[in-house]
Nanobody, 121 residues
Framework: QVQLVESGGGSVQAGGSLRLSCVASGYTYSRYCMAWFRQAPGAERGRVATIDSDRRISYADSVRGRFTISQDNAKNTLYLQMNSLKPEDTAMYYC???????????????WGQGTQVTVSS
């Protein structure tokens, strides 16, 4: 069973940085994709960034140039480096995964429990 566990959320002032981590276990697929989603109160959950086993990366327009998704396969860990944070980045951030390379188009098959990011002005 795939498990995803996020960490690294917290409170930061606008302009600051945070790095989220997601440790994956039970994940042994040669082709896969992983993604970060976020959900603010009263809003729908939206895709922030994706990365797949072919090293293709995509970003939402709202975070491109500020956020960087990366992975360390040796540690089974996905990261999201968030710089120049804005109050509108405040949300619960979720790690997600699929057992194919369609994270940018299809809903995830697996979800983490989420980690809260709060950005104050």
């Amino acid at each position: 069973q795939v498990q995803l566990v996020e960490s690294g959320g917290g409170s930061v002032q606008a302009g600051g940085s945070l790095r989220l981590s997601c440790v994956a276990s039970g994940y042994t697929y040669s082709r896969y994709c992983m993604a970060w989603f976020r959900q603010a109160p009263g809003a729908e959950r939206g895709r922030v960034a994706t990365i797949d086993s072919d090293r293709r990366i995509s970003y939402a327009d709202s975070v491109r140039g500020r956020f960087t998704i990366s992975q360390d396969n040796a540690k089974n860990t996905l990261y999201l480096q968030m710089n120049s944070l804005k109050p509108e980045d405040t949300a619960m951030y979720y790690c997600a995964a699929r057992t194919d390379t369609w994270c940018s188009l299809l809903a995830p098959e697996y979800w983490g429990q989420g980690t809260q990011v709060t950005v104050s002005s």
